[in-house]
């Protein structure tokens, strides 16, 4: 409101020089087009990157909102589908190498039993032949042969089985656990995209409406910004005067600071004519009507400050 008010009083004040004395020449004034951007939805500003006459980039972040909640999430949806991958790799690969190990160690001791149980059955085989120890003695080195032979069989098969994936189905079902782990991660993502906004074109931050810990209501601009095109002059011309103005036409400007030989094309011109502003009524302007006409500047336009007087050369 503070600023409509202030761009009517200047216009008020311009608008006393409207005629051109006779050379052509009106004054009139830079008005900005900001975007106003804010979130999809509302919630609570954690962050603000930005501050009132910053320049940004397109891309550059602009503020984020409930940024420990959404952030957190994805942290969490991250460790979920890291530790969904290990499990699904192990079952993939079969044991690991020091579990394998293990297993090897038992092997070379079954085989070390195994040849003690050969010889012990060898003896007792001769000795039967010689009638020195009883069946029995030969039945029971034959027994432990065998027992020593089977337990060599089964950590082999152990050893082999150590080294082959998991069952289909239980590969199956990790699958499954990374496939949701990933879309809990995408989720997130989006989360965290949703509540953190950026420049969608490069410019100037005006004004910035809501600070960090305030809360944003849905629909509600959090900043704006004033992209380097996004800037026309305004100015009126009068009744007199108006058939030298016509869209399309080029217009020159000419300001303090501003660049020589400045063009603006002529986009708008009002069909409605409009009394000058009563505080600069005079005797000699009260009966005169003017026209408002808007023109884009061509070129560089950086130069251009919202609110600053300029002067137009008409065609």
Do not use: W
């Not at 004040?13 to 006779?22: E, T, W, Y």
């Not at 942290?75 to 579990?99: D, H, I, S, T, V």
């Not at 950590?155 to 082999?160: A, F, G, I, T």
């Not at 849905?218 to 108006?242: C, H, I, T, W």
């Amino acid at each position: 409101m503070k600023r409509s008010l202030l761009l009517g009083l200047l216009v008020a004040a311009l608008l006393g020089g409207c005629g051109d004395g006779g050379h052509g020449t009106v004054q009139g004034y830079v008005e900005g087009e900001p975007l106003l951007v804010g979130p999809k939805s509302g919630g609570q500003v954690s962050r603000l990157a930005v501050d009132s006459g910053d320049a940004v980039k397109q891309g550059d972040l602009l503020f984020i909102l409930d940024a420990d909640t959404v952030l957190a999430r994805r942290e969490q949806a991250k460790a979920r589908l890291a530790q969904a991958k290990a499990q699904l790799e192990n079952l993939l690969k079969g044991k690991r190498p020091e579990e394998i190990a293990v297993v090897d160690a038992q092997v070379r001791e079954a085989e070390a039993r195994l040849a003690v149980a050969k010889q012990d059955f060898e003896r007792a085989k001769t000795l039967l032949a010689n009638r020195v120890v009883s069946q029995k003695a030969y039945d029971n080195a034959k027994g432990d042969l065998d027992v020593a032979e089977a337990e060599v069989q089964r950590l082999k098969r152990e050893r082999r089985t150590a080294q082959m994936p998991a069952r289909s189905d239980e590969i199956e079902a990790a699958k499954g656990e990374v496939a949701a782990a990933q879309g809990a991660l995408a989720e997130a993502e989006t989360a965290v995209r949703e509540r953190s906004v950026f420049a969608p074109r490069a410019g100037v931050i005006q004004d910035v409406y809501f600070r960090e810990g305030e809360v944003v209501g849905e629909g509600r601009p959090v900043v704006s910004l004033l992209p380097p095109d996004n800037r026309k002059v305004l100015f009126f011309v009068p009744e007199a005067r108006l058939a030298r103005v016509k869209r399309g036409e080029t217009v020159g400007i000419g300001c303090d600071g501003c660049p020589s030989g400045l063009d603006a094309r002529v986009t708008f011109v009002s069909n409605q004519a409009e009394f000058t502003p009563p505080v600069i009524f005079s005797v000699q302007t009260r009966d005169k009507l003017v026209y408002k006409v808007e023109a884009v500047p061509e070129g560089d336009r950086r130069a251009l400050k919202p609110g600053q007087p300029v002067d137009v050369t008409l065609p």
